[in-house]
């Protein structure tokens, strides 16, 4: 099973930007489409952005649409979330996982285990 770390979050006010990182482990990373997700407190995880496992394909929730970037580098075995131009209502704890393909990311059937995800704070 891949293992899944994140980090880059933090505080930031609105307007700003922030790029969070997921690193995986194990060899076979670059045969996963890979999905963000956020959670904000008192509310269920939601999708975020998704990308197929060569970094051809991308899809992403509509609230994100036109903000937020999601990469990959298979050679680092790391998938990346640009986000620029925050919002207050972006502030959750922002996680990873691998998936199948971007259809089952954006239906939220991830294979591996939820990490401990980043927080991301936007003030207004």
């Known amino acids: 099973q891949v293992q899944l770390v994140e980090s880059g979050g933090g505080l930031v006010q609105a307007g700003g930007s922030l790029r969070l990182s997921c690193a995986a482990s194990?060899?076979?990373?670059?045969?996963?489409?890979m999905g963000w997700f956020r959670q904000a407190p008192g509310k269920e995880r939601e999708f975020v952005a998704a990308?197929?496992?060569?970094?051809?394909?991308?899809s992403y929730a509509d609230s994100v649409k036109g903000r937020f970037t999601i990469s990959r580098d298979n050679a680092k075995n790391t998938v990346y979330l640009q986000m620029n131009e925050l919002k207050p209502e972006d502030t959750a704890v922002y996680f990873c996982?691998?998936?199948?393909?971007?259809?089952?990311?954006?239906?939220?059937?991830?294979?591996?285990?939820w990490g401990q995800g980043t927080q991301v704070t936007v003030s207004s």
């Open positions: 996982n691998t998936h199948r393909t971007i259809g089952t990311a954006v239906n939220g059937q991830g294979l591996s285990s």
């Open positions: 194990g060899r076979t990373f670059s045969s996963y489409a």
């Open positions: 990308i197929s496992w060569g970094g051809v394909s991308r």
